[in-house]
């Protein structure tokens, strides 16, 4: 997959394309990252990119033609081509999964005041990261293209895509590391037991609860299984299930044996 980006910031994502997974990704040629700087384009010979509103008002816009310009040097036929808007679609795990099945993305990065709204015509899909207001576009790009490479192929292990916050519309179960005790705070017992089992419908449970409180807007989408209902009615409850009561039983036994 290549991932183009349109900015006049070019030197933003030295760092985000050089550390960590972007660069292990990037170098086993999972993705190709390829970022254009927008002033190269422009046939302004002051080198000017933009001007100030017609009709009045503050900041400054940026033009069309050396953004139309810089992304007909990099769009294909197969491309699509995202411009950030406060306007768009709010940017979620679909949406980068849906990228993630293109070959060719192409973003636009708008800065200062806002963007020569006839740009709007050179794109097919307005996207925003949320409401809230950011100097440029670079930063929603950088969150795009790292939530889009980390599932392609290769960029990443598959297990370790198989559970995370968003899956199904749910946010992800509690994760610990050792030690078992840190500032009074433990390990839950069962994650000790070596129950599959009985681990995987814990780990499911506090999925549900953990949606169900910090995200009910997720909740409400999800389609209930009749273990589901089972887990958050016993947890409702304040009943604790067998297959939970000797798991924790198996797990405190082991930490007792581990402690001698």
């Known amino acids: 997959m290549n991932i183009s980006i349109l900015t006049l910031f070019p030197e933003m994502f030295e760092g985000f394309s050089?550390?960590?997974?972007?660069?292990?990704?990037?170098?086993?040629?999972?993705?190709?990252?390829?970022?254009v700087n927008i002033r190269d384009f422009t046939k302004d010979k002051w080198g000017r990119v933009d001007n100030h509103p017609v009709g009045g008002g503050a900041g400054l816009i940026e033009q069309c033609q050396p953004i139309v310009d810089a992304l007909r040097s990099v769009r294909k036929e197969n491309s699509h081509v995202i411009?950030?808007?406060p306007r768009g679609h709010t940017?979620?795990?679909?949406?980068?999964?849906?990228?993630?099945?293109?070959?060719?993305?192409?973003?636009?990065?708008?800065?200062y005041e806002g963007i020569d709204e006839r740009v709007n015509s050179?794109?097919?899909?307005?996207?925003?990261?949320?409401?809230?207001?950011?100097?440029g576009g670079e930063i929603p790009a950088m969150a795009i293209s790292d939530s889009v490479i980390r599932l392609l192929d290769g960029a990443i292990t598959s297990d370790s895509l198989q559970d995370e916050s968003f899956n199904d519309n749910l946010l992800e179960y509690p994760q610990y590391a050792e030690?078992?005790?840190?500032?009074?705070?433990?390990?839950?017992?069962?994650?000790?037991?070596?129950?599959?089992?009985?681990?995987?419908?814990?780990?499911?449970?506090?999925?549900?609860?953990?949606?169900?409180?910090?995200?009910?807007?997720?909740?409400?989408?999800?389609?209930?299984?009749?273990?589901?209902?089972?887990?958050?009615?016993?947890?409702?409850s304040g009943i604790t299930p067998k297959w939970e009561?000797?798991?924790?039983?198996?797990?405190?036994?082991?930490?007792?044996?581990?402690?001698?």
């Not at 940017?91 to 800065?111: N, P, S």
């Not at 050179?122 to 100097?135: A, F, K, P, R």
């Not at 009985?198 to 995200?215: D, G, M, P």
């Open 83 to 85: 411009l950030m808007s």
């Open 91 to 111: 940017y979620d795990e679909q949406t980068a999964k849906r990228f993630a099945q293109l070959d060719d993305l192409v973003i636009i990065c708008g800065h």
């Open 245 to 260: 009561s000797d798991a924790l039983e198996k797990g405190k036994r082991f930490l007792h044996k581990k402690g001698e």
């Open 18 to 35: 050089t550390n960590s997974i972007m660069k292990r990704a990037l170098g086993k040629g999972v993705a190709t990252l390829n970022v």
């Open 179 to 236: 030690p078992y005790e840190w500032d009074g705070m433990t390990v839950p017992d069962i994650l000790y037991s070596g129950n599959h089992v009985a681990i995987e419908k814990w780990r499911r449970r506090e999925s549900l609860l953990l949606t169900r409180k910090h995200r009910p807007d997720l909740f409400d989408k999800l389609t209930l299984s009749k273990q589901d209902l089972k887990l958050l009615k016993d947890y409702d």
């Open 122 to 135: 050179y794109v097919d899909e307005l996207i925003s990261i949320g409401d809230y207001i950011l100097t």
